[in-house]
């Protein structure tokens, strides 16, 4: 069965920077896009950043320019760069791989970013 594993995340400082990252474990569809999405408290979960096996990649507008998605196919992994933290950017952060097929998707258990001095 596969499971989406995260690490990265932390208490930073306004201003700061933290690299998360999620792999995944066991045997896994092939995948075709990963995203990152991030939950605050008494808030939606929201997409923050997406990459599809193309390359191509899409960012909330809140995070454009701060926040760097990237993947290695190779090692089954997805990495989100985040520089230029603010409070707000505090939340659960969460990663998401789908594949081909429409029941193809699987959800990481979640890691927490706090924002704050």
């Known amino acids: 069965q596969v499971q989406l594993v995260e690490s990265g995340g932390g208490l930073v400082q306004p201003g700061g920077s933290l690299r998360l990252s999620c792999g995944a474990s066991?045997?896994?569809?092939?995948?075709?896009?990963m995203r990152w999405y991030r939950q605050a408290p008494g808030k939606e979960r929201e997409l923050v950043a997406g990459?599809?096996?193309?390359?191509?990649?899409n960012y909330a507008a809140s995070v454009k320019g701060r926040f760097t998605i990237s993947r290695d196919d190779a090692k089954k992994m997805v990495y989100l760069q985040m520089n230029s933290l603010k409070p707000e950017d505090t939340a659960v952060y969460y990663c998401?791989?789908?594949?081909?097929?429409?029941?193809?998707?699987?959800w990481g258990q979640g890691t927490q970013v706090t924002v704050s001095s």
């Open positions: 990459i599809i096996r193309s390359g191509s990649t």
């Open positions: 998401y791989f789908f594949g081909y097929g429409a029941t193809q998707s699987v």
């Open positions: 066991g045997s896994i569809f092939s995948i075709n896009g």
